[in-house]
């Protein structure tokens, strides 16, 4: 078994008996794509709600826009079918809680709105999500039982969906 | 228009000179409220990727306490300070002349300290920003400060949300504050939204 870690605007595809691990998500959103069949799952830290137009080169990992249906195209490619396929997703969070609200600070609900919304037009549908709030959270994607575990550390909790 | 993935070494010098009389100013304001020696080391001004960020932090899932001020008028956006958690711990210790036992472990901070906090981050904040105000002759209004204990990872984000559109890297300046042999680090973040960058490299015939 091997736990392979990604950083921000990064993805990993891998089978079981892998775990898919990226640590502190704030406004970010984890997102997992799995196929719970051949136990082949995805996972892709994404950063922006959508990417910028007229840009010759992006990183299509880096937005949820681009994000999804490329992860999408990764774990078919790798051999999940796209009829069992199944999401779920953790972060999203609103870290700074202030008066002077800007678009900026309310990037994590735009990150998970446009996340579900691709989701939903590729007829993806959400196993479990825990997003939102106001609180960082470390994610780790079993590809055997298909269970995300999320773990905040302010206050320490720890919970599968 | 401004380029966050090719800041050029004047650039960079501008901003550890900022970062020296800002810095500068800051000790002499936590010296006087503290009423101890406070010195700063030699600033560091450098670009970084977001996964490097996390890795200065002590890695992604390291608690830091993060304080963040926006700013508004001629130049627009956020200074965020981060503090390792032990680091905050000390300083609020000396601060507030409780043995550092009793300052929450996990960060739990009870209102006073907070209120401590964030005097501190207002007093080395307000600095910077007035060394950039003198220099540029910018105006600079600045926000309350805002407190958050949670990963560095989690933290940082808000650097991402800022200029991920722009590219893969942001500008990250440290100062080093020591007390009497005690060492603490203040990571500073100016976050200025990519319009003002211009607007401050214009207003200093950089660029």
């Known amino acids: 078994m091997a ?21 502190g998500l704030g406004s970010c959103v984890g997102l997992v794509l799995f196929d719970p069949v051949t136990k082949i799952g995805g996972m892709v830290h994404i950063m922006l709600p959508c990417a910028p137009q007229g840009m010759a080169e992006i990183n299509k990992f880096k937005f949820a826009d681009t994000a999804v249906p490329e992860m999408i195209r990764l774990v078919t490619r790798a051999g ?34 446009i996340c579900l919304a691709q989701l939903q037009a590729h007829r993806i549908p959400v196993a479990a999500q825990d997003t939102g709030g106001t609180i960082g959270r470390s994610i780790e994607f079993n590809c055997e039982d298909g269970m995300l575990q999320v ?11 | 228009m401004f380029d966050i993935n090719n800041v050029n070494q004047t650039t960079l010098d501008f901003f550890r000179e900022i970062e020296n009389i800002g810095a500068g100013h800051a000790a002499t304001a936590l010296s006087v409220m503290t009423g101890r020696p406070i010195t700063i080391s030699v600033p560091r001004a450098q670009l970084c990727g977001y ?5 200065i932090m ?8 993060g304080l ?4 508004s008028d001629d130049l627009r956006g956020f200074i965020l300070l981060v503090l390792d958690l032990n680091d905050a711990r000390m300083l609020v210790s000396t601060l507030l002349g409780e043995p550092i036992e009793n300052v929450s472990e996990d ?22 920003i007035t060394a950039i105000s003198e220099l ?41 504050f020591s007390d009497q042999g005690q060492c603490l680090y203040g990571h500073f973040f100016l976050i200025p939204e990519i319009d003002s960058y211009q607007t401050l490299l214009t207003k200093m015939g950089i660029s």
Not at chain 2, 107 to 121: D, H, K, R, T
Request: proline share 3%.
């Open chain 2, 51 to 55: 996964n490097e960020i996390t890795h």
């Open chain 2, 68 to 71: 963040l001020v926006g700013i």
């Open chain 1, 151 to 161: 773990r905040t550390v302010a206050p320490k909790t720890l919970r599968l969906i």
């Open chain 2, 107 to 128: 960060g739990a901070f009870s209102e006073m300290q907070v209120s401590a906090l964030c005097e501190v981050a207002n007093i080395l904040i307000g600095s910077y």
């Open chain 1, 80 to 113: 999940a079918s796209r009829h069992t396929l199944q999401a779920k997703l953790a972060g999203g969070a609103h870290m700074f809680n202030s008066s002077y609200q800007t678009d900026m600070l309310n990037i994590g609900k735009r990150n998970v709105d």
């Open chain 2, 58 to 65: 002590d890695g992604p899932e390291n608690v830091v306490v």
């Open chain 2, 136 to 176: 540029t002759g910018l105006r600079i209004n600045a926000s309350v400060p805002e407190l958050v204990v949670d990963m560095a990872g989690a933290v940082m984000n808000l650097l991402a949300a800022a200029y991920g559109e722009y590219g893969d890297h942001v500008l990250f300046l440290e100062t080093r």
């Open chain 1, 3 to 23: 736990t392979l870690t990604i950083g921000i605007a990064e993805q990993v595809v891998s089978r079981a008996p892998d775990r898919l691990v990226t640590l």
